[in-house]
């Protein structure tokens, strides 16, 4: 078992950044791709960004290419998404989830362990 608590999600003016933070606990978080996902109102999840057990290699949605950055942080069981010029369609609740299979990353069915979300809002 691995529990995750996203933080750093508020309210930020169109254009501006935010960093999300998941911190993991349980097993080690060296063994999991992490990925972060986001929902908007009456939409469903949608994949925003993966990165690898290692670090290495990192997976971009297209809307978010250029604008978003995963990191991974494995001594401090920590990945991160940095998010800057943000836009109004950002705004969403994000969650960061850990799997513990291989595979593409972009699927939400691919996750073994979602956090509670942490919400996102883009004002204009």
């Known amino acids: 078992q691995v529990q995750l608590v996203e933080s750093g999600g508020g309210l930020v003016q169109a254009g501006g950044s935010l960093r999300l933070s998941c911190a993991a606990s349980g097993r080690t978080f060296s063994s999991y791709a992490m990925g972060w996902f986001r929902q908007a109102p009456g939409k469903e999840r949608e994949f925003v960004s993966a990165i690898t057990r290692s670090g290495f290699n990192t997976y971009y949605a297209g809307s978010v290419k250029g604008r978003f950055t995963i990191s991974r942080d494995n001594a401090k069981n920590t990945v991160y998404l940095q998010m800057n010029s943000l836009k109004l369609e950002d705004t969403a609740v994000y969650y960061c989830?850990?799997?513990?299979?291989?595979?593409?990353?972009?699927?939400?069915?691919?996750?073994?362990?979602w956090g509670q979300g942490t919400q996102v809002t883009v004002s204009s």
């Open positions: 989830a850990a799997a513990t299979g291989w595979g593409t990353f972009i699927a939400p069915s691919e996750y073994d362990y």
